[in-house]
Each structure stands twice: as structure tokens, then as C-alpha cells.
DNA sequence: GCTATCGGAAAGGTACACTATCCATATGCG
DNA sequence: CGCATATGGATAGTGTACCTTTCCGATAGC
């Protein structure tokens, strides 16, 4: 197909798929004539996921194109190529971090077990998490990080069912876009649900009483 | 204390807070001349908070201004403040629902028993969840919606932690802020930990210690 | 042959979140 | 008092991100 058709079959606008090609989250369709090219079904599927990054994921355009890379790097331990990915789709955050915070990740590893794991300076996602830790203390919240362990407790239960679907999706490629699609469009799902949880919580004890 | 204080000690620049000021998202100060203003602790809790939904929350300014007016709105139920508050810090998206994925949230209700909950197709948050499906769809994960089910397991033990967490900081005006803070912190802080998740169930299963 | 579309490059546009400048006061210190 | 500095308020400017628009000469397809 040509662009045209790669525009109406994925409802992005002509100029933006130029765009995309431009900054390299696209790659060039094969040149018929030195100014014909032709598209397939990737190059659709490619396209329909960088939709998903940007639109769900909330992603840059720049990190798009870091995931990306990662994806379409073959040479790598799956287990190495996660961790780039999870830097990837993970906003570095710009701020200093905060001493307390810090303490707080590092004694919540050492309580899970997990000391030799993770540094806790030199990752983007324990980065965000003592971010986060430090904003909330920041607004009068220093026990927020008593949520810590039942946070992980629930979520044990979902990262086993990752787990089984990533696993049972096991395409022999598709394996890392499919962590990258569960993880962007799991976060997204657990927010929306946490949200359904909290408002079914709220109207239990809230609901009906009129406040004093 | 004048602006040059409140901006050390927020770390906010002064040029900021007058924009924060304009952004109606800061009360002003009391004049005490024409030129001349005073500002108390109240405001730099207030900028605080506004760093954190917009740093850690990432809203936009426009909707950090929704939620402080839901915060500050005194004669309305607990219920109906935290559904407003709920919109404010969901991100709209303007895409058109995809009905194969409206279809999938109204049986996830229709499931767990919370059909006349919610309004599919006027909520942010139901709005999110059909929008996140249907990118799952499109991007060849047709029964991503099986992880509802597991997801939701998952989150009533996180919702439990947040309603205790919520009703121990039961100060009377306090609460609503709580559940802002808690809402968009823990959303941060629940991405990190589940990647962290991820990360070690990674490797235990692709490392280099395969577990069978 | 004629019109629509193409690939490719470059310039333009829009939205957002600040940031800088100006000015007529006010403050604070010596 | 004198004077550098800071202030409130208004207006204009900046930088970044993500597209759009416009142009061009070259096909494509009827």
C-alpha cells in the first residue's frame, strides 16, 4: 500500500506519518521508484503502536523511539532487553532526589529482599518511586510510605497475571512488544480501575449520609 | 512572609508564583499597600500541592485549577467531591470509544456488580479503561481485557490500604486533599513498584537462574 | 492527457508552561 | 534621609513538543 492507505487504515493523518518516518518511529517503505514507496501490514502494525505509546502511554516522541530501538534490538537477553525497555517508557523526572526518600526505597528493598537488585540512584523507576515518596512528604504525607508493602502485596497478584499473559503470548518476538503493551496499557487500566475501586469505596462510606 | 521567602522555601521562582498567582492556581496574598502583599502558610502548603500534582501527577495547569476548586468547594458530599475530583485528575482523551471496547467495560461491571455504578460513556475514568482497551485491541492484544478480572483482585487490596490510609489522616478538611495526594502519588508510586515487579519476576524467569 | 497522489524537504503553526521586562511603589539598612 | 533591592501587576517574549502546511517535480491510474 502506499501512505494513503497506511493513513486511512490507521486514522493518522498523512503529514504525520511523513512526520513519524522523519524522526525514525516509522521505518521507509520500499521505493518502487525514486518517488513511489510501498507499506505493508508492519509497517500498519508499527504505526498502530506508536499510537498506543503516545495516546495511552503518554510517551514522547523521543521515547517512543528509544522503546522501539529496544524492540527491534535481537542481540540482547530478554531480561536486559526489559530493563531498557522499562527505562524507556519510564519519564526520567528532572528533580534532585530527596535523602529521605531515597531511605525510604532503600529500606523498603531491604524489607522485600530485593538490596542487590536495583541502585537506587541509577534507575529511572526507582527515581520516580522516591520522586513520588518525596512529593508526598513534601505536602504533609511522611507515612504515605506505609503503603509501600500492602501496594506491593496487591500487586503481586498482578504481576503474576502479567506474567501468564506475556508468557502465553509467547510469539517468539512479540514477547517484548507484548511486556511494553501490557506494562503502558496495564498502567492505564490500573489507574482507571483503582479510580472505579476508590469511587465503589467512597460511596460505601460516604454515599448516602449528608455531611455534618 | 512576601514572595521572595515563599519562593525559597517552595523552591518555586518568583516569576512562577506570579503565574500561579494569574493561573488563579495560588489565592492572592493580603495587601497591606498597594504593592505590598503577605502571604502565610497556607499558600506555600497550596504551591506545594501544586507542585506535586503537576510534577508527580503530571495534570496540566488547567486541571490542577479543576482540582483545587473541587478541594476548596465546601456544601457537597464527600461522594460527589471525590467523582469531581476523580474527573479533574483523569485526563479527558479525545478519541471516539471503540463499542467492542465499551462492550468489555460494561461486562467487567456487569460482572462485579457495579452496572448502575457508572455511566460508561460519560466518565474520564470509564472513558480511560474503554480507550486503553480498544488501543489493546488494535494493537493485536484482543483479550487484554482478560487481566480486568485479576487486576481488580489486585486493586481491592490496594483500594483497602488507601481507605485506611485515607480515613487515619481523617482531618476534617484534610481528606479530600488526602485522597488527591494519595490518588495521583500512589498512581506513581503503583507504576514504579509493578515495574519493579516486573523486573524480578524477569529474572527470575529469563536470568540467569531459570526456576525449573 | 489529465488529475490526483506521491515522496521528500522546509517552513509554519499551535498549545503549553513558564520567563523576562517594565514601572511605579515599598522596604530595609546605614 | 538616601539608595539599592524587592514588590505587585501587567504585558510581552521564550522554549519545547508535536504536528501541519506548503512547495516541488515525479508518478499512477483512468
Redesign the interface.
Known amino acids: 500500500m502506499r501512505v494513503g492507505e497506511l493513513s486511512k487504515r490507521s486514522g493518522v493523518p498523512v503529514a504525520t506519518i511523513k512526520y513519524y518516518l522523519r524522526e525514525g518511529l516509522l521505518p521507509a517503505g520500499v521505493l518502487t521508484s525514486p518517488n513511489q514507496a510501498h507499506y505493508d501490514d508492519e509497517h500498519l ?1 508499527r504505526l ?2 506508536v ?2 505509546l503516545v ?2 502511554g ?1 510517551l514522547s516522541i523521543a521515547s517512543v523511539r528509544d522503546v522501539l530501538v529496544a524492540v527491534d534490538t535481537r542481540d540482547d ?3 536486559n532487553k ?2 531498557t525497555v ?1 527505562e524507556a517508557i ?1 519519564q526520567p ?1 528532572s ?1 534532585e532526589l530527596d535523602p529521605l526518600a531515597v531511605k525510604d526505597v532503600q529500606e523498603f528493598f531491604a524489607r522485600q529482599g ?1 538490596t542487590d ?2 541502585d537506587v540512584t541509577e534507575s529511572h ?2 527515581h ?2 522516591a ?3 518525596s ?2 512528604r ?4 511522611d507515612d ?1 510510605r ?3 508493602d ?14 501468564e ?1 506475556i ?1 502465553r ?1 509467547g510469539s517468539p518476538d512479540d514477547i517484548i ?3 511494553v ?3 503502558l ?19 460505601e ?3 448516602q449520609r ?2 455534618d
Chains 1, 2 share one sequence.
Open positions: 502494525r498502530r503502536l499510537r498506543a495516546d495511552v503518554g537477553s530478554l531480561h526489559l530493563g522499562q519510564t523526572g528533580a530485593a537488585c536495583v523507576v526507582t520516580m518511586l520522586t513520588a515518596l512529593a508526598a513534601s505536602v504533609g504525607h504515605f506505609n503503603l509501600l500492602p501496594y506491593l502485596e496487591g500487586l503481586k497478584i498482578i504481576a503474576r497475571a502479567d506474567l499473559y508468557t503470548h512488544e507484548g511486556m503493551v501490557g506494562t496499557i496495564g498502567d492505564a487500566v490500573l489507574k482507571a480501575v483503582r479510580r472505579l475501586a476508590h469511587g465503589q469505596v467512597s460511596r462510606v460516604f454515599g449528608p455531611p
